[in-house]
């Protein structure tokens, strides 16, 4: 059984920081990258950002780039969201996820990990 367990949100003024984490647990068969989306109400969940293991390359949806940051620990199947000049628009649950070698893995896209954290919420006040 793979759990996720991610930490880390809560309220901040627009401008302010938050700094999300995610440790993975169980067998993960073969962790090839981690990821986090997020999702407001009402909306679909989308791609934030996320880390893959071989190479160590880094993608980022444009709403965030220059803002947060990913950063991650492949052999603690670790991965942290550092979250700086946080926006209204920011606020959603956000979701931690692992991809592995069960399915194609798409850094950016829902459908490419396996596993899923339950999420944690961020909310920015204007």
């Known amino acids: 059984q793979v759990q996720l367990v991610e930490s880390g949100g809560g309220l901040v003024q627009a401008g302010g920081s938050l700094r999300l984490s995610c440790a993975a647990s169980g067998r993960t068969f073969g962790s090839l990258g981690m990821g986090w989306f997020r999702q407001a109400p009402g909306k679909e969940r989308e791609f934030v950002a996320s880390?893959?293991?071989?190479?160590?390359?880094?993608f980022y949806a444009d709403s965030v780039k220059g803002r947060l940051t990913i950063s991650g620990d492949n052999a603690k199947n670790t991965v942290y969201l550092q979250m700086n000049s946080l926006k209204p628009e920011d606020t959603a649950v956000y979701y931690c996820a692992v991809g592995s070698s069960r399915k194609p893995f798409f850094p950016r896209s829902v459908i490419g990990y396996s596993y899923w954290g339950q999420g944690t919420q961020v909310t920015v006040s204007s």
């Open positions: 880390i893959t293991w071989t190479g160590g390359s880094e």
